[in-house]
Each structure stands twice: as structure tokens, then as C-alpha cells.
């Protein structure tokens, strides 16, 4: 399966500043990737579909304009958290689609907003 | 619409004992599903798949899965535990229709191995 990398593994900021999460293809080219949150002992939530070249499809309930979604190339698509708080802290995770539906995830990026 | 159920939110075995984590799925079309595993502070690691093929999946590490349709699951399973299986495990389905391209997560299993 792909290989996929996230950076950086986690960040502290302070309130409203923005954080910027890079997700990378490394062996793979991918046109589409997905964003993730995770909330601590829960699922998965999706919030947004990054296609390469094009803007992101965002999740009912996700704000577009806080969580920028760029997918500049077919390796790389970076998530900005801006204006963040304390409620954005949470553990996001990237994904990158395979061949048979399944995907490929990377290993995260935990915030912290203090 | 597609989703899944895991029946367990904990499920707690001794080193060397079986493994059962369980799953229903609900799909109006025929489903590819799938079994991943986290580890603490970490990615998801793909376990193994279904789409369509042979109905009794094997994996990683050991584990295998088996489709049953008539009962709508698709159980995880391992002979013998390991201390290094413990960790959080989803079942998902893929999406179809308007959930077109997305995976939906089962809420997850919390696997505990004990010595």
C-alpha cells in the first residue's frame, strides 16, 4: 500500500494562531486525500475530501474558511488550522485512496491549542 | 446508506487465547470492508480487506476476517493473542452512492491483552 507521512507529528500553538499540517505521498500519486479528526476514544470523523488541483469537499458541519485545505500536487496536501482554539486541539489524520476502495493513513498530527 | 456497528467498545482476552472482535455492516449495494488497527498516538494500519472475492479474508499479524452475508458481519478474528495486539481496532465500510469514495467507521473495538 502507499506510504503516507504527516508533519509535524504534533504541535503546540497558542490561541489565534494558525498551524499549517502537511500530508505526504511518498510512493504513491494521489488525487485524492482525506482529512480526518479525532477526538480522544472516538472514531473517525472525516471533514474533508482534498482533490488534487481542485477545492476541497467539506463534511456538513466543517468550516471551510477555518480548516484551508490546499492540494497543490499529487503528493502533497496541507490542512491550516486557522485561528485556532483550545476546542480545535484533537488528532488529525490524512488519508490517501488505494486502488480497491480501501485507504491508506498517515500517522497523524496531534494539536494542542493553549 | 452504509454503516457499521461494533458490537463491543471493549473486549478484554489473555495472552495466547482467541480473539473475536465483532462487526455488522448495512449496505444497499455489495459492500468492500475492511479491518484497521491503531495503535496509541498513531496512524491507521490497514489489517485486511473484502471486496467481493473469497468470503474468508486473512490478513496481517495473523488475523482473518469472514464475510457473511446472510448475517450481515464481518467478525475479526486471531487464534492466539499477543501482547502487541493490543491496540484500537475499526471495522469500515466503504461508501457507495452519495457516500461515493468515503470509508465509514465502526465507533471501535478496544482490544486489552492481559498476561
Request: with cysteine.
Amino acid at each position: 500500500g502507499a506510504v503516507v507521512s504527516q508533519h509535524p507529528s504534533w504541535v503546540i500553538c497558542k490561541s489565534g494562531t494558525s498551524v499549517k499540517i502537511e500530508c505526504r505521498s511518498l510512493d504513491f500519486q494521489a488525487t485524492t486525500m482525506f482529512w480526518y479528526r479525532q477526538f480522544p476514544k472516538q472514531s473517525l470523523m472525516l471533514m474533508a475530501t482534498s482533490n488534487e488541483g481542485s477545492k476541497a469537499t467539506y463534511e456538513q458541519g466543517v468550516e471551510k474558511d477555518k480548516f484551508l485545505i490546499n492540494h497543490a500536487s499529487l503528493t502533497l496536501s496541507t490542512l491550516t488550522v486557522t485561528s485556532a482554539h483550545p476546542e480545535d486541539s484533537s488528532f488529525y489524520i490524512c488519508s490517501v485512496g488505494g486502488s480497491s476502495y480501501e485507504q491508506y493513513f498517515g500517522p497523524g498530527t496531534r494539536l494542542t491549542v493553549t | 446508506a452504509q454503516s457499521v456497528t461494533q458490537l463491543d467498545s471493549h473486549v478484554s482476552v489473555s495472552e495466547g487465547t482467541p480473539v473475536l472482535l465483532r462487526c455488522n455492516y448495512s449496505s444497499s449495494y455489495s459492500p468492500s470492508l475492511f479491518w484497521y488497527v491503531q495503535h496509541p498516538n498513531k496512524g491507521l494500519q490497514l489489517l485486511l480487506k473484502y471486496t467481493s472475492a473469497a468470503t474468508l479474508v486473512k490478513g496481517i499479524n495473523g488475523f482473518e476476517a469472514e464475510f457473511k452475508k446472510s448475517e450481515t458481519s464481518f467478525h475479526l478474528t486471531k487464534p492466539s493473542a499477543h501482547m502487541s495486539d493490543a491496540a484500537e481496532y475499526f471495522c469500515v465500510v466503504s461508501g457507495r452512492g452519495t457516500q461515493g469514495g468515503k470509508l465509514i467507521f465502526g465507533q471501535g473495538t478496544e482490544l486489552s491483552v492481559k498476561p
